[in-house]
């Protein structure tokens, strides 16, 4: 298979999960790992709560003002919670997306000799309305369930037992309602980037359009809806666990230009504890297994990795510096020294 991309792998989660016809999907998904970083997933089962998701979404954001800020963001160091319309940055600019963000239910870390980064992973802000936090809760507890499975089917087409990364998940997955109003053409929803806050994440998105993500000659290659599928890509914590064998993929969203385009995005957590000296060890583990024989890493232009500078003790800090700069107005209220800090620095 070339080691380049020009459109979106399908894999079929029912023929994953039937013995009759396993195998040869697995082989299918091994590729899509190795070689794009990005699949459809379709036959998941959930295709009637993601509808059901989707149609409420109009509804959530037109709460009104007063009630979508009190659960603003920047009353969370989890950065969890409701942001405004140009409140987020990717890649040193302006999304123009409106959203929240939501999280599985864990208490917040409150002694003082806690690392700083064990403030990401906090209790969920929903806004007042009982609907809201119910339907939240139901996508997140199908998605927990649906992931991990995909996960060991991982494990499965890389030829590493079922269970090979299950010590990597972390306690808390994230959540997005994410809304795209329309905008001049050309401007970004959200920047050239990586997916930073796990392992993998799943997105529905509508029958908009305007997500493309790069392959390894540079090119913009768009991923259009496909009704009743999940589109699912590795993020930097997969990558950095393979050792770069199984890649993140940048991708970036077009805003719209005359349509309200929403989406839904989950993202299985990774351990925030992982420190790089585990993960040089663990990604030496099991690269020696993972069968390559040609040449799949599939990057050309390219996000680099704060996951893997020795900069950072940890996943925790090196995804507190992603969230402190993306989000400059939580970063500034809860965590001001490091926001001066991160600001400032060069990633070796």
Same mark, same amino acid.
């Given at each position: 298979?070339?080691?380049?991309?020009?459109?979106?792998?399908?894999?079929?989660?029912?023929?994953?999960?039937?013995?009759?016809?396993?195998?040869? *999907?697995?082989?299918?998904? $091994?590729? =899509?790992?190795?070689?794009?970083?990005?699949?459809?997933?379709?036959?998941?089962? #959930?295709?009637?709560?993601?509808? $059901?998701?989707?149609?409420?979404?109009?509804?959530?954001?037109?709460?009104?003002? *007063?009630?979508?800020?009190?659960?603003?963001?920047?009353?969370?160091?989890?950065?969890?919670?409701?942001?405004? !319309?140009?409140?987020?940055?990717?890649?040193? %600019? /302006?999304?123009?997306?409106?959203?929240?963000?939501?999280?599985?239910?864990?208490?917040?870390?409150?002694?003082?000799?806690?690392?700083?980064?064990?403030?990401?992973?906090?209790?969920?802000?929903?806004? =007042?309305?009982? *609907?809201?936090?119910? @339907?939240?809760?139901?996508?997140?507890?199908?998605?927990?369930?649906?992931?991990?499975? @995909?996960?060991?089917?991982?494990?499965?087409? !890389?030829?590493?037992?079922?269970?090979?990364?299950?010590?990597?998940? +972390?306690?808390?997955?994230? #959540?997005?309602?994410?809304?795209?109003?329309?905008?001049?053409?050309?401007?970004?929803?959200?920047?050239?980037?990586?997916?930073?806050?796990?392992?993998?994440?799943?997105?529905?998105?509508?029958?908009?359009?305007?997500?493309?993500?790069?392959?390894?000659?540079?090119?913009?290659?768009?991923?259009?809806? &496909?009704?009743?599928?999940?589109? &699912?890509?590795?993020?930097?914590?997969?990558?950095?666990?393979?050792? +770069?064998?199984? +890649?993140?993929?940048?991708?970036?969203?077009?805003?719209?230009?005359?349509?309200?385009?929403?989406?839904?995005?989950?993202?299985?957590?990774?351990? #925030?504890? #992982? /420190?790089?000296? %585990?993960?040089?060890?663990?990604?030496?583990?099991?690269?020696?297994?993972?069968?390559?024989?040609?040449?799949?890493?599939?990057?050309?232009?390219? &996000?680099?990795?704060?996951?893997?500078?020795?900069?950072?003790?940890?996943? +925790?800090?090196?995804?507190? $510096?992603?969230?402190?700069?993306?989000?400059?107005?939580?970063?500034?209220?809860?965590?001001?020294?490091?926001?001066?800090?991160?600001?400032?620095? &060069?990633?070796?």
């Amino acid at each position: 298979m070339s080691s380049s991309f020009s459109s979106i792998p399908t894999i079929d989660y029912g023929r994953l999960k039937n013995p009759t016809t396993k195998a040869a *999907e697995l082989i299918k998904l $091994r590729d =899509a790992i190795f070689v794009v970083g990005f699949l459809y997933l379709v036959d998941s089962g #959930l295709e009637p709560l993601i509808k $059901r998701t989707h149609d409420a979404l109009p509804w959530v954001f037109s709460l009104p003002a *007063e009630v979508k800020e009190k659960s603003n963001m920047r009353n969370s160091p989890a950065f969890l919670g409701y942001t405004q !319309l140009g409140s987020e940055t990717t890649a040193a %600019q /302006t999304d123009l997306r409106e959203q929240f963000d939501f999280g599985t239910s864990v208490e917040a870390k409150t002694t003082a000799d806690e690392p700083r980064w064990t403030g990401l992973e906090g209790p969920s802000q929903f806004p =007042a309305n009982p *609907e809201v936090k119910a @339907f939240v809760t139901r996508y997140l507890m199908a998605m927990h369930s649906l992931s991990r499975s @995909f996960l060991r089917l991982v494990g499965e087409s !890389l030829s590493l037992p079922p269970t090979t990364f299950d010590g990597f998940l +972390g306690d808390m997955d994230r #959540l997005k309602f994410v809304k795209y109003p329309p905008a001049a053409p050309g401007l970004q929803g959200v920047g050239p980037h990586k997916d930073s806050t796990g392992l993998f994440t799943f997105l529905s998105q509508d029958n908009v359009g305007g997500l493309e993500v790069l392959n390894k000659d540079g090119d913009w290659i768009p991923v259009p809806p &496909v009704e009743g599928s999940l589109v &699912v890509n590795i993020q930097q914590g997969f990558e950095a666990i393979t050792g +770069g064998i199984c +890649g993140a993929t940048t991708h970036r969203v077009i805003a719209p230009t005359d349509v309200t385009r929403y989406s839904i995005p989950f993202f299985l957590g990774v351990r #925030l504890d #992982l /420190t790089l000296d %585990q993960l040089k060890e663990s990604a030496a583990h099991i690269t020696a297994k993972i069968p390559v024989t040609d040449d799949r890493k599939k990057r050309a232009v390219d &996000v680099p990795s704060e996951f893997l500078s020795p900069q950072y003790s940890c996943f +925790g800090e090196a995804q507190l $510096r992603n969230r402190v700069l993306s989000h400059p107005d939580v970063g500034k209220r809860w965590y001001p020294d490091l926001y001066e800090r991160y600001s400032n620095e &060069v990633l070796g």
